[in-house]
């Protein structure tokens, strides 16, 4: 090959780790194509209600058990909409149920990308609680293109995209107490997840 794309710092430094010669491999970070978006639009107001929205893929590598058992651990009020299906989808709501959280905790199903942004615009935070180093992480560019503010955990390529304590909170691979903490200061700060989710 005469060069190598790759879309974050971590695909690249995982080529070089291979003996890929350095001066071929180059950085472009993914678009999100989002032509349901009105060119221009500003994104709604950040709200005040404590929603968390995650969407992805219910598999094991994406941490949603590991989401689950953040949100129980917190003391703020809040609701959480799990968008997505997968192989895991009945673990995950047998965890859900045994950790007590289904009066909290929705699971919406699979749904058509030109009707995220309803999602989108009644959350307060969106979560990318991957425990697999994501190549990139687009739905954090998503969310960000809405004016939310995102919490993740740092692996792979999300710390290209999510600037810490800027565009959200990065926080420690599969430290589930941190989560919480970082979701919790974002539900408890009008201002706090007003300011992230315009920096995005």
């Known amino acids: 090959l005469d060069q190598l ?10 080529l070089l780790q291979n003996g ?3 001066e071929k491999v180059h950085v472009l970070p993914p678009v999100v194509r989002m032509a349901h978006i009105v060119r221009g639009r500003t994104p709604s107001p950040v709200p005040d209600d404590p929603r968390i929205l995650y969407v992805g893929q219910l598999i094991r590598g ?6 689950l058992q953040a949100f129980k651990g917190l003391t703020c009020d809040f609701r959480a909409t799990i968008v997505g299906t997968g192989n895991a989808e009945s673990k995950l709501k047998a965890l859900c149920n045994e950790l007590g959280l289904d009066n909290r905790v929705e699971f919406s199903g699979w749904v058509r990308n030109e009707d995220l942004g309803h999602f989108y615009s009644k959350a307060k935070v969106v979560v990318v609680p991957s425990r697999w180093p994501e190549p990139f992480g687009m739905i ?11 919490v993740a955990f740092d692996v792979g390529g999300i710390p290209d995209w999510l600037v810490h304590m800027e565009t959200g909170i990065l926080v420690p691979e599969q430290e589930v107490g941190a989560f919480g903490n970082a979701l919790q200061k974002i539900l408890g700060d009008n201002r706090f997840a007003a300011r992230l989710g315009q920096n995005g």
């Open 5 to 14: 794309l790759v879309g974050s710092r971590f695909m690249r430094d995982e």
């Open 20 to 22: 890929f010669p350095e």
């Open 62 to 67: 994406k941490g949603v058990d590991l989401l």
């Open 140 to 150: 954090g560019l998503e969310a960000m293109h809405h004016g939310r503010p995102v």
